[in-house]
């Protein structure tokens, strides 16, 4: 069996596609037959040691964390899921290693796959799909006729977060780049806007503003909330995390396994109210120089890098 792993952190030259034994099943775990992976942004970060505090310093480790397959094993105590289901889901950060033949991950992270769903569209879903999830629901308690500006629109946390929004029935505006507009468009974005914006043109008229980027400036997310909006970011710098456990307005989404979220996730996409672009398709055995294209590059511009096995 293969799988893309590291045995230093680094960067894209450290990953290698190698032969790996799955670990053992715990209780509680699920081993999976990969049949879709996508990449995010934290797939670089955590291999360039972003998050050594909680991934260690023990070699090789895996990457990747999001993918849809088929469920091939148990461990003890697992219940809602059996050998055979067609399920999504992400690897917890601590083992990761969806960009392989198999992946063991918690229960608690893999939901049924909906049959409507490829397995490519399935593997896309999860940590995007969770993040605005919970970025809108959980944080920021988005209410049906409020108003939410999703900022980096067009990106893979920011178009999940736009059509769960409107599924929602929240009214959606946001940001994309220069030459991007007709795409935000499409998605029924209202106001469009470049990401150099003057904020002082979108004065008070958000409930919502979620800074998908995590780069917009407090102080311009400050002038486009309502008296009452909340302020939610993606970037959990040591500001963000001080700023956000302090009361007010502002705070910081950290995507958490919640099973009954993803399902929720899951559900929206099986109904065609959240549908994710797939940039580029590629096999395992191309992957690292996928991975390594799609790092360089800085962005999935055109949607998710998705990795086939087999
Ligand atoms: N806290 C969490 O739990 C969590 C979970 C998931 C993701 N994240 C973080 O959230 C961020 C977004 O993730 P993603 O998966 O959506 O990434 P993505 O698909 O690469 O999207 C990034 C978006 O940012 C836009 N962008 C680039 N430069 C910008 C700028 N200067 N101003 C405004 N927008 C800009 C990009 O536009 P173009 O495509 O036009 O360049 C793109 O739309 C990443 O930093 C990721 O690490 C955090």
Redo the contacts with the bound molecule.
């Keep these: 069996m293969k799988r893309i792993q590291y045995h230093q952190y680094g960067g894209p030259e450290v990953m290698r596609l190698e032969d790996f034994e799955p670990r053992e099943l715990g209780a509680g775990d699920v081993r999976v037959r990969v049949r879709a992976a996508a990449a ?3 797939d670089f ?1 955590i291999r360039n040691g972003a998050m050594k505090m909680v991934t260690g310093r023990k070699f090789p480790r895996a990457m990747g964390y999001d993918f849809a397959g088929i469920v091939e094993a148990v461990g003890s105590g697992v219940t809602r899921l059996r050998v055979g289901d067609e399920v999504l889901g992400g690897a917890p950060i601590k083992w990761s290693g969806a960009f392989a033949d198999v992946v063991v991950a918690e229960e608690k992270g893999i939901v049924t796959k909906p049959a409507e769903l490829s397995f490519e569209a399935a593997a896309a879903l999860p ?2 799909g969770l ?1 605005a999830y919970q970025a809108l629901f959980t944080k920021a308690r988005l209410q049906p006729g409020e108003a939410v500006f999703v ?2 629109s ?5 178009r999940a977060a736009v059509q769960l929004a409107s599924a929602h029935g929240a009214r959606v505006g946001g ?3 220069a030459g ?1 507009a007709d795409e935000a468009r499409e998605l029924g974005i209202d106001p469009i806007v470049d ?1 150099d914006f003057d904020p002082a043109a979108l004065a008070r008229r958000f409930d919502v503003v979620f800074d ?4 917009l400036p407090i102080k311009q997310a400050r002038t486009m909330s309502k008296p009452n909006g909340r302020i939610i970011s ?3 710098t040591p500001v963000n995390m001080a700023r956000s456990a302090l009361p007010g307005p502002f705070q ?4 958490q396994a919640v099973t009954a979220d993803i399902e929720a996730v899951a559900r929206s996409a099986g109904k065609a109210e959240l549908e994710l672009p797939i940039a580029r398709t590629v096999p395992l055995s191309e992957a690292v120089s996928a991975l390594t294209e799609l790092e360089q590059n ?4 055109r949607g998710k890098l998705i990795i086939l096995p087999g």
Excluded: E, Q, Y
Aim: some cysteine; charged content about 10%; overall charge positive.
């Design positions: 995010n942004p934290m970060g940590t995007v993040t900022h980096g067009l990106g893979g946390v920011g940001s994309c780049r991007s990401f998908t980027v995590g780069k993606t970037a959990p910081v989404v950290i995507a800085g962005s999935s511009k």
